[in-house]
């Protein structure tokens, strides 16, 4: 059974590492807010242009104090390569295991040509300082999706 989070409900703990090697994990970003978006597989088209969007828009989110993460079940190394060739400037987390995925219900059954799989949901989760969701987005298109993001904030 597919899980389901809601606006208000507390975000799933989770410590992943990043394309450095490093770990992140939510509880070490208490206090701060948080963009926690999934998404299926380093440089494709999609991925890229969401992950350029919100590079390009980090400068906004930072006036904001608000923390990017993205996470896919690459590799730290294959984060690094795409992070390095698209010059990413937030976080990239290895996810391979799917937990997490699954834990945000962002890892689901895909229908594509006919053929069942199972596959990253792209879906953004907004985080307070608090490590509730103050709102999610599911079936995200990349496209102008930072900014959808942002605005989402409202003042805060």
């Known amino acids: 059974m597919p899980i389901t989070l809601k606006q208000g409900d507390r975000a799933p ?4 590492r990043d394309a450095d090697g490093k770990d992140v994990s ?14 299926p597989k380093d440089d494709t088209p999609g991925c890229t242009a969401e992950a350029c969007s919100f590079r390009d828009a980090l400068e906004d989110y930072r006036k904001r104090s608000i923390v990017i993460l993205g996470i896919s079940p690459d590799s730290a190394e294959s984060h690094a390569s ?4 698209h ?6 987390l290895a996810a391979p ?16 040509d006919g053929k069942t799989s199972f596959d990253i ?8 300082e608090d490590g509730n969701i103050l709102n999610l987005f599911k079936q995200v298109s990349p496209e102008g999706h930072a900014s959808e993001v942002l605005a989402a904030f409202g003042d805060r």
């Not at 703990?13 to 992943?16: D, H, V």
């Not at 010059?87 to 990239?92: E, I």
Request: proline content about 2%; glycine content about 6%.
């Open 13 to 16: 703990a989770f410590s992943l």
């Open 26 to 39: 939510l509880s070490s970003l208490a206090g701060s807010r948080v963009v926690l978006y999934f998404y």
């Open 82 to 85: 795409f992070r390095d060739k």
């Open 87 to 92: 010059k990413l400037n937030f976080p990239l």
């Open 97 to 112: 295991t799917h937990e997490v995925a699954t834990q945000y219900g962002a890892w689901g059954k895909r229908i594509a």
């Open 121 to 128: 949901t792209r879906s953004t989760f907004l985080i307070d």
